[in-house]
């Protein structure tokens, strides 16, 4: 019976140890792979930074946050390692862009969309407040034909009497 204790410790001491080595290697454990892999988009389709990408075994986050880990653990600086992810991946890896060339435009444009929306709610106010109704008290220039109806029907009515 104490054979059987004592193999029963040794497999948990080792399986103990397994389990640290392995939890110890995990790249979301280290707190600079985190930060780093939240400015890092996943291109799996999930739309979510490396860090925070949900999908089991995914094939893009993956790999990307052993790469950080390496790339961590061989004292690299956060702009070397960022600058190699896009050296590999492209810019669009990128979760904020830089503010430079064509991704220049995802910094303007909201703004620019924003500037012409209100600039075209302006003309329309502007081309309402020009053909609103005559006021109430003013009364109206009656054009020359009304005028001239208006005499004829006065002339019919008159005749009509008589």
Aim: hydrophobic share 45%.
């Amino acid at each position: 019976m104490p054979k059987r204790n004592r193999w029963r410790n040794r497999l948990l001491a080792a399986l103990a140890a397994a389990f640290m080595m392995v939890h110890g290697a995990t790249p979301l454990s280290n707190g600079r792979v985190r930060q780093l892999g939240a400015m890092l988009l996943c291109k799996c389709g999930c739309n979510a930074s490396v860090t925070e990408c949900n999908m089991l075994h995914c094939h893009f986050s993956d790999p990307v946050r052993l790469e950080l880990l390496s790339m961590v653990e061989s004292g690299r600086a956060d702009q070397e390692i960022l600058d190699a992810m896009v050296a590999k991946h492209g810019k669009d890896i990128l979760r904020k862009p830089p503010a430079e060339g064509f991704y220049l435009l995802s910094y303007v444009m909201p703004y620019a969309g924003l500037a012409a929306g209100l600039a075209l709610i302006g003309l329309l106010i502007r081309f309402y407040l020009r053909r609103r109704p005559v006021l109430a008290g003013a009364k109206p220039q009656p054009s020359p034909e009304l005028t001239r109806y208006q005499a004829q029907i006065e002339k019919d009515l008159a005749d009509l009497d008589s």
